[in-house]
């Protein structure tokens, strides 16, 4: 069902508190990730607040979907998405990176309730993805499994096997999201290792595949909503997104991929979020 203009707003308004945080939390920790995790709001706001069956009181409840994030470098926009959802205190993000935190610069499954798998070495998310998704459904089990990934992970071999196992076992209950935003720590992805024909690939490892702008919530919101209705195959969202979205002076600049905002920068990226 398409979105209405009223929870167009709300998800909106979800998406840009998700990236304030983003900011504070990574300005207070000194280090991190802000280019992935600013672009990858729209998709998480979408995620917590309307796509994904779950429950932040009761994180370990059966019936949930599973939330894997391959690419664990992003995770400040998955602890910030929590927080808003209720997993715990929004103020506990400032806790970022801090030494015996819950919340590492990449997610620790047994330090968090909420995380279904620790993620740091890139490449391996899309494996654990199929084959939870394929034991689910090997016990009768209707939990839909999302795995989130980066572009540049995809210059990984072992990313290939885990897509073409998921082909091979006709994963429905399986969708993966590829953030395209084509930067990477060195430079674009199409510099560094070129990509392109990504779809095409994808398509010729079994998969339903979907392409939308990863910033636009009412396409992220149906890209989700088509995945659902896919009966024999798993399903590949590849999302065109901005790096560093919401604050104009960092957006596509390759350079932010790895690198924290200090305080000085944070104050103004909070100012331009805030207009």
Not at 220 to 241: C, L, Q, R
Request: aromatic share 6%; charged share 20%; glycine share 8%.
């Amino acid at each position: 069902m398409p979105l209405s203009d009223i929870e167009t707003t709300a998800l909106s308004e979800k998406a840009r508190a998700i990236r304030m945080t983003v900011i504070e939390m990574l300005a207070e920790a000194g280090s991190g990730h802000t280019a992935g995790p600013l672009g990858m709001a729209d998709i998480f706001a979408t995620l917590y607040f309307r796509t994904l069956v779950h429950d932040s009181t009761n994180p370990d409840w059966e019936g949930r979907d599973r939330l894997l994030l391959s690419n664990g470098h992003i995770t400040p926009v998955r602890y910030a998405a929590m927080a808003h959802a209720g997993y715990f205190p929004v103020e506990e993000c400032l806790t970022l990176r801090k030494f015996g935190s819950r919340l590492q610069g990449h997610p620790e499954r047994t330090k968090l309730p909420g995380l279904e798998t620790t993620s740091g070495p890139l490449g391996s998310g899309v494996s654990q993805a199929a084959g939870i998704a394929l034991a689910l459904a090997m016990d009768g089990k209707k939990n839909h499994v999302y795995c989130l990934m980066s572009d540049g992970e995809l210059q990984e071999g072992n990313t290939w096997e885990g897509l073409m196992f998921a082909g091979k076992h006709h994963l429905p209950n399986l969708t993966a999201v590829i953030d395209r935003n084509n930067i990477q720590i060195d430079g674009t992805t199409e510099e560094v290792m070129p990509l392109e024909p990504l779809a095409d690939k994808f398509r010729a490892f079994n998969w339903h595949v979907i392409e939308v702008n990863g910033n636009d919530i009412p396409h992220v919101v149906s890209a989700f909503d088509e995945a659902k209705t896919i009966t024999e195959k798993p399903t590949m969202i590849i999302a065109h997104t901005t790096p560093g979205k919401g604050v104009p002076e960092i957006e596509n600049d390759y350079r932010w991929h790895g690198k924290a905002p200090s305080k000085e920068e944070a104050k103004r990226f909070l100012a331009a979020l805030a207009t």
